[in-house]
């Protein structure tokens, strides 16, 4: 039977927001043992229990000190970049998204035109459209035209380089 995916909220009870702390703690620690030895990076763990004072450290190394004074001997600059807490991680998530949804939008909106233009081909009246669509489909126009002009540039050039570049430019303007 597989896991229910819970809801990350706020556990009310003492109870079982404990048990959640001391089940989900073994396993990240479990997965930092795993890096270590899989990976063979150095790796430690430092985990303040709420309410407690006492952290609870896990190093792959007999001292965590060997892996936390070089980190803390490089400029401010450097450890910063190679540090990430929740708020920023989640900015960096939400600009990529942002990305990928307006790099989407663009693809659609392309798509759209494509299919338009086929449409107009075809025969459709443009009577109906707006301006802002109609431009575009301007743009797509002109942009499939100056790929064709292009390709025919190319093809040409390379018919020319074979030496059949005369008998194969008849056939192509006549």
């Not at 990240?28 to 407690?52: H, M, Q, R």
């Not at 450890?79 to 960096?92: D, E, Y």
Request: charged residues 30%; contains cysteine; proline residues 3%.
């Amino acid at each position: 039977m597989g896991r229910v995916k819970m809801k990350l909220a706020w556990i009310e009870k003492a109870a079982a927001r404990n048990t959640s702390y001391k089940k989900r703690k073994n396993g990240f620690l479990k997965k930092v043992k795993e890096l270590s030895t899989l990976c063979d990076v150095k790796a430690c763990a430092i985990i303040y229990p709420c309410g407690g004072t006492v952290p609870e450290v896990w190093s792959s190394t007999p001292n965590p000190m060997d892996i936390l004074v070089p980190f803390m001997q490089e400029p401010e600059l450097e450890r910063r970049k190679k540090m990430v807490n929740q708020v920023s991680f989640l900015q960096q998530q939400n600009m990529k998204l942002e990305e990928q949804a307006l790099k989407q939008e663009k693809e659609n909106k392309e798509l759209e035109n494509i299919v338009l233009l086929g449409q107009c081909l075809e025969g459709k009246d443009l009577s109906g459209l707006d301006l802002e669509t109609i431009s575009s489909l301007s743009w797509l126009v002109d942009n499939k035209l100056k790929l064709v002009k292009e390709k025919v540039a190319k093809k040409k050039a390379e018919m020319a380089a074979d030496g059949e570049g005369y008998i194969y430019s008849l056939l192509l303007f006549t």
